[in-house]
């Protein structure tokens, strides 16, 4: 049996019976039988149904950001806006997909020769709890609309959300099978990857679990993708904007309660300016309103989970003991409800500079110039996403090419947008969410030449 806990209250709002073998063998076979019709529509047919699927998320946002909010703690605000970003994406790859699937003619001596996109089959999705429907359909979306059918794993903490999920795309009219949610914990995995009917894994969680998939997959030789968390750096250089950078720091360490793997978490300063941008910080983050998710004046919820608040207390107390310096007093905690902190004289070495701290803890580190501060960036076992801060556009770009992650944003929010590829290298993981990029990962890459 699988429980889900409200984390602000540790109430219980409901038990799940886990799928028995046999019951995963029946929706195996089902998103089997699914695939050879689904594939075999039109572009147009699959992309009328997508429509429908994002007409679904809209007209029941306020129902199902209440589901996620309940289940994961997420602000009510931050939880419509999320099944909004869905149902836009909806509409994004509904109107793309035909340019971003469409034959490529290719030059050659042949008669013809061109690359067709054509789906596997089945793909696992096996996706966290943080973002517990805008994971999911970063990759349904594209997947389903390339022929593909999905069968999703999701964390066992929002198996609501899992089935309001599956009851969505079935209500906007998707023929039986084509996405089903699975309620099995991580044993089943190894026998799903194993199995030929599964033609490919996504996964985004963490390193471990992403090491874990990857190995199995490889051994299957199936193709797969991971997102596996990061510690990204913000860069704020001296001729920066402090205001808008110190803002735009706070917003995107604090949102979800720190708890999104493109949130900035290393905010890396040069010292001429440190003093001026820490003060901005500390204002900022004093304006948080930790408490209960369902309040509107409520501006951060609680933590998913009274072990993820365990791990992010360890990460301060231990930095602590390296020799952290806390800007934000005494951590205060209650159950999942930790309240913002700021931690300055951060190093490497540091737990909270070494580690993916997932949970609302800000790091201030120094940098003498622009140099050392991309060697600190860089000094990092993860590389998803990033951001420069400084007036300079030229100086931006010449920097941007220097850090080593998946993206950087100059100036701005460091986030994930279905216009743009998303993903990361190093411990980070490998593969590509999102745009054009994203939709071509489940697919076979066909060449096809008339002589």
Not at 117 to 124: A, K, N
Not at 331 to 337: A, F
Not at 439 to 445: G, K, T
Request: proline share 3%; charged share 25%; hydrophobic share 40%.
């Amino acid at each position: 049996m699988f429980a889900s806990i409200n984390p602000y209250n540790q109430r219980r709002l409901k038990t799940y019976r886990a799928d028995s073998l046999a019951t995963v063998e029946r929706k195996l076979k089902r998103a089997d039988r699914a695939f050879a019709d689904w594939s075999a529509l039109s572009l147009q047919e699959r992309t009328d149904f997508m429509r429908r699927v994002g007409s679904q998320l809209t007209n029941r946002r306020s129902e199902l950001a209440e589901l996620i909010t309940a289940e994961m703690g997420k602000i009510r605000q931050e939880a419509e806006g999320e099944i909004q970003k869905c149902a836009d994406a909806c509409a994004f790859y509904a109107d793309q997909a035909g340019s971003f699937l469409a034959d490529q003619v290719i030059e050659s001596p042949a008669r013809r020769s061109y690359v067709t996109y054509q789906p596997l089959g089945t793909v696992l999705a096996i996706m966290p709890w943080n973002f517990p429907f805008w994971q999911v359909f970063r990759f349904a979306i594209p997947g389903l609309l390339a022929g593909n059918v999905g069968v999703l794993k999701h964390a066992p903490n929002v198996f609501g959300c899992a089935l309001a999920i599956e009851q969505v795309f079935r209500d906007a009219g998707l023929p039986d099978g084509v996405f089903q949610s699975l309620l099995i914990d991580v044993g089943p995995v190894e026998t799903l990857l194993n199995d030929q009917r599964v033609k490919a894994v996504t996964l985004t969680g963490s390193g471990r679990a992403g090491a874990s998939v990857a190995a199995l997959a490889g051994k299957a030789i199936k193709k797969s993708v991971l997102e596996l968390g990061g510690s990204d750096a913000l860069i704020v250089l001296a001729d920066a904007d402090l205001d808008q950078a110190a803002k735009t720091a706070v917003q995107s360490r604090m949102q979800n309660a720190g708890q999104s793997c493109i949130a900035a978490k290393r905010f890396i300063v040069e010292k001429s300016v440190k003093k001026a941008f820490t003060e901005r910080v500390v204002e900022h983050i004093s304006q948080i309103r930790q408490g209960d998710p369902t309040q509107d004046t409520t501006t951060m919820g609680p933590m998913a989970r009274l072990d993820l608040a365990d791990s992010i207390e360890r990460q301060y107390h231990q930095s602590l003991k390296q020799g952290a310096k806390s800007l934000t007093g005494a951590l205060k905690r209650d159950g999942c409800n930790v309240q913002p902190m700021l931690l300055d004289k951060v190093r490497p070495g540091m737990a909270a500079f070494d580690e993916e701290t997932f949970g609302p803890l800000a790091v201030l580190i120094d940098a003498k110039d622009e140099a050392e501060a991309i060697r600190l960036a860089n000094r990092s076992n993860f590389g998803l996403g990033s951001a420069i801060w400084t007036r300079d556009l030229d100086r931006a770009n010449r920097l941007a090419r220097q850090i080593e992650a998946g993206s950087v944003f100059i100036n701005g929010l460091m986030r994930s947008d279905v216009r743009v590829p998303f993903g990361g290298i190093k411990q980070s993981g490998f593969g590509r969410e999102l745009s054009d990029v994203g939709i071509r990962e489940f697919v076979n890459i066909k060449t096809v030449w008339v002589e």
